[in-house]
């Protein structure tokens, strides 16, 4: 017998490759991801439609922003430790005691505002070690240890500000939340720089997305078809450039703004692009499988718990800015406000599944909601009662979708 006509040929590198999904199955695999940002552009036009216009415009959008800022900020952090597999119950009462700390120390103790503000940020990143050393090393639950934690913060925030308010804070303090990005141009009611940094951002995304697209089609890995990448990331240049527009003619770009897209853009790259957040999804995918492959699964917990702390001392800062004083209820039920919004962008309660940018989108969600609701006069009544409806739809699409899978 002849082997060389028995055995069959090696398929080239080419016939090997996957053959491109069609449109409907793309989009039923990664209906999660499609379904949250169809979910926000639904949610603005209905409020956009029933608020007559309110919701979009300029002083109302610019107030969206400042309003969810604190909540994006540490929903960016909260993504990373619901995707090793943990929580955190606790971010809401560090909020509270970082902005009692500033406040005493740059109001009672007159320590300058910008060596409070690092002092601050040091102090919730040793908060979140102390939480995940007890969570990574010892294997307690993390709801547990940061159930404790946020006893114990609601007391020292308390204890601190002896149960009263502490402020006002300095001005050049308060910018961190109420500023605005300066015009240098000088044109009459319309804050050209705001203007051209979101165009930038928009460019600086499409360029961005346009290469890896272009990297993916060279190894003969694409997935998303190309209508769906056309149309997603037209539709995401259209409504920054128009967003930056809108706020241009107000006061321009908040600088919290600023601060949020330096995170966003940091943390998904850290997310996808990096060895360290590559491995955080794959303990929360399987972390018996984790850890037998070499990864540091105690390591890293323990550092996304302590980058969870310093994101939580940086949104109480703006918290605090943004109120001017610091109040012994502050932070009060913010932690179910950034739970929720991680969950309704697409995370999953098993962990390792999320993306930073989903966790924004459903930190908006939860904004926009808030916001047209409360321009509609609906009392706070029914509007915790819709909140709870809208987590629970989306913790019910996720298992209905593992369920399918």
């Not at 700390?101 to 940020?121: D, F, T």
């Not at 089609?217 to 920054?240: C, D, N």
């Not at 999804?281 to 310093?310: D, H, Q």
Request: aromatic share 10%; charged share 10%.
């Amino acid at each position: 017998m002849d082997l060389a006509k028995s055995t069959p040929p090696k398929p080239s590198p080419r016939s090997a490759r996957p053959a491109p999904k069609s449109a409907m199955s793309y989009l039923r695999k990664h209906m999660r991801e499609y379904g949250i940002l169809f979910a926000l552009i639904v949610i603005m036009v209905f409020f956009q439609v029933t608020t007559d216009g309110i919701l979009l415009k300029p002083v109302n959008l610019t107030n969206l922003i400042l309003q969810n800022s604190y909540i994006v900020i540490m929903a960016v952090g909260m993504l990373l430790v619901i995707v090793s597999g943990n929580i955190d119950l606790s971010v809401g009462s560090v909020l509270g005691f970082i902005g009692a700390l500033a406040a005493v120390m740059i109001v009672n103790w007159h320590v300058p505002y910008v060596l409070a503000g690092i002092i601050c940020l040091a102090m919730g990143a040793v908060i979140g070690m102390a939480q995940g050393f007890w969570v990574a090393f010892y294997k307690i639950p993390s709801f547990i240890v940061t159930l404790a934690g946020m006893l114990v913060f609601k007391g020292l925030t308390l204890w601190l500000l002896e149960g009263q308010s502490v402020g006002p804070f300095p001005e050049n303090f308060q910018l961190i939340a109420s500023g605005f990005v300066p015009d240098i141009f000088g044109v009459e009611r319309f804050n050209m720089v705001s203007l051209m940094v979101g165009v930038v951002v928009a460019g600086g995304i499409l360029y961005l997305a346009t290469r890896s697209r272009m990297e993916q089609v060279r190894a003969g890995l694409v997935e998303e078809p190309f209508p769906f990448f056309v149309g997603k990331y037209g539709l995401i240049t259209i409504a920054l450039v128009y967003m930056s527009y809108l706020m241009a003619t107000f006061r321009g770009l908040p600088n919290v703004f600023i601060v949020m897209a330096l995170l966003i853009a940091i943390y998904s790259f850290v997310a996808n692009r990096t060895t360290v957040g590559r491995r955080i999804y794959a303990i929360g995918g399987n972390a018996k499988a984790a850890k037998l492959s070499g990864i540091p699964s105690e390591k890293l917990i323990f550092l996304t718990f302590a980058n969870m702390g310093m994101l939580a001392a940086l949104a109480g800062l703006v918290f605090a800015a943004r109120l001017n004083t610091a109040t012994p209820k502050a932070g009060v039920s913010f932690e179910l406000d950034v739970i929720a919004a991680v969950f309704i962008g697409g995370a999953s309660m098993s962990g390792g599944v999320g993306t930073i940018v989903g966790a924004v989108v459903g930190a908006f969600i939860m904004g926009v909601m808030n916001n047209g609701m409360s321009i509609l006069g609906i009392g706070i009544d029914w509007q915790q009662v819709i909140k709870g409806l809208v987590l629970l739809a989306a913790v019910v699409f996720d298992v209905y979708n593992k369920k399918k899978g």
